[in-house]
T-cell receptor
Framework: SAVISQKPSRDICQRGTSLTIQCQVDSQVTMMFWYRQQPGQSLTLIAT?????????ESGFVIDKFPISRPNLTFSTLTVSNMSPEDSSIYLCSVRAPGAYEQYFGPGTRLTVT | AQSVTQPDIHITVSEGASLELRCNYS??????LFWYVQSPGQGLQLLLK??????LVQGIKGFEAEFKRSQSSFNLRKPSVHWSDAAEYFCAVTGGGNKLTFGTGTQLKVEL
């Protein structure tokens, strides 16, 4: 399985500001994903980060709020823009190897918006 | 649409006792099923997966799960629980596409 790191591991931000979360993988992967886990909740897919093209967003998530970059096959960023307290969550990136169906997750970024 | 139900929000077992966590899925075709574990402050770790073939699958840390198509279930079991197994457990399903749909999770507490 791939080794995935995320930065920062946690942050406390003021409302109205933006935070960019980085996800780094130790091997090249085609598929990278971003999930949100709100307090006490399950995981919800935000978007699929496609290398060389625009991210594909799930219903309820928009590019203006959660812009994503995928400059190469080992790295992606998720920005949480114009934050409000409702954005307080754990944000996780995951990867799926070619030909595989399972996903492997990074350690997550715990975001608190005050 | 695919969905997962984990009926038990919290489960408490004594150390050394057996464990079964329930998972029911909804998917129109053959599902790909997974169990993940999340320890406090950690990301998700894949315990085991089912794609096809033998309906009893073995995973890491002594866990196993049984796929029962007739009951749309994929229950997770462990014969003897250790205190370090205390964590949150998530069942997930995909039809082979990108979207992994998770259940709401079961919080396991282990009494010493």
């Amino acid at each position: 399985s791939a080794v995935i790191s995320q930065k920062p591991s946690r942050d406390i931000c003021q409302r109205g500001t933006s935070l960019t979360i980085q996800c780094q993988v130790d091997s090249q992967v085609t598929m990278m994903f971003w999930y949100r886990q709100q307090p006490g909740q399950s995981l919800t897919l935000i978007a699929t980060a496609n290398q060389g093209s625009e991210a594909t967003y799930e219903s309820g998530f928009v590019i203006d709020k959660f812009p994503i970059s995928r400059p190469n096959l080992t790295f992606s960023t998720l920005t949480v823009s114009n934050m409000s307290p409702e954005d307080s969550s754990i944000y996780l990136c995951s990867v799926r190897a070619p030909g595989a169906y399972e996903q492997y997750f990074g350690p997550g970024t715990r975001l608190t918006v005050t | 649409a695919q969905s997962v139900t984990q009926p038990d929000i919290h489960i408490t077992v004594s150390e050394g006792a057996s464990l079964e966590l329930r998972c029911n899925y909804s998917y129109g075709a053959t599902p790909y099923l997974f169990w993940y574990v999340q320890s406090p402050g950690q990301g998700l770790q894949l315990l085991l997966k089912y794609f096809s073939g033998d309906t009893l699958v073995q995973g890491i840390k002594g866990f196993e799960a049984e796929f029962k198509r007739s009951q749309s279930s994929f229950n997770l079991r462990k014969p003897s629980v250790h205190w370090s197994d205390a964590a949150e457990y998530f069942c997930a399903v995909t039809g082979g596409g990108n979207k992994l749909t998770f259940g709401t999770g079961t919080q396991l507490k282990v009494e010493l």
